[in-house]
């Protein structure tokens, strides 16, 4: 499925309308690379193997075996499940997905879930790393929590922070907040607020053992 804008000059002075299409209920396919464009709204769920580039708009679940990229007009509403994402426009949904990158223009609230990511725009809400998070210098988070093993900070996070390894605070970067950390660096500049406090690994519960059941005893006469 793909859609294309219309470069062909129309012999009418009157504007098109705004092109609206319907999905739901059930879930699109999508079997090649796909191109929503700024004149297109689409409502329902996306499902497919390649990428997926929006320029418009889409309310629902988008789920991609690819790269998802959102530009700047593009605006999605709903759950993502991608390999790889990067964000110019807005999310206002969930995302998990391998590699994230979030540029300067870019906008996403509730919740993240990815191995590597880049951030250098405004996000809210809860971010989860599994290996690194890059903060860029343009970035402005707002963190219900944010926590990965390493975190490098050049721009600003607001929240909850834990580094369950290192949080690196370059010379511009800002951190406010509830701090855990294991090891922390900071560069001369860097700015630090809150209270701050040693990440210790939460101990492994321990397995339920089973009791061996008491053998009767018998009295004899």
Do not use: W
Request: aromatic fraction near 2%; proline fraction near 4%.
């Amino acid at each position: 499925m793909a859609f294309f804008g219309n470069d062909k000059k129309s012999s009418s002075s009157t504007p098109k309308p705004k092109q609206t299409t319907s999905v739901a209920p059930t879930s699109k396919k999508i079997n090649s690379a796909t191109i929503i464009t700024a004149c297109m709204e689409i409502t329902g769920n996306l499902q497919g193997s390649d990428t997926l580039h929006v320029d418009g708009k889409i309310i629902g679940d988008i789920t991609v075996s690819n790269t998802l990229v959102i530009g700047k007009s593009g605006l999605v509403v709903g759950e993502v499940k991608a390999k790889n994402a990067i964000i110019n426009g807005e999310l206002q949904g969930s995302i998990q997905c391998d590699e994230l990158e979030v540029m300067q223009t870019g906008k996403l609230s509730k919740e993240i879930h990815a191995k590597h990511l880049v951030l250098d725009g405004q996000i809210e809400g809860i971010i989860m790393g599994g290996s690194r998070i890059e903060v860029l210098e343009n970035a402005k988070i707002k963190a219900d929590k944010i926590q990965a093993p390493t975190i490098t900070v050049h721009g600003a996070i607001e929240g909850k922070i834990i580094a369950t390894e290192l949080l690196d605070i370059g010379s511009k970067g800002s951190v406010e907040g509830e701090i855990m950390v294991k090891k922390i660096k900071t560069a001369e500049g860097g700015r630090m607020v809150g209270s701050m406090s040693t990440y210790e690994a939460p101990k492994p519960k321990p397995q339920p053992t089973k009791e061996t059941p008491e053998k009767s005893q018998t009295k004899e006469g």
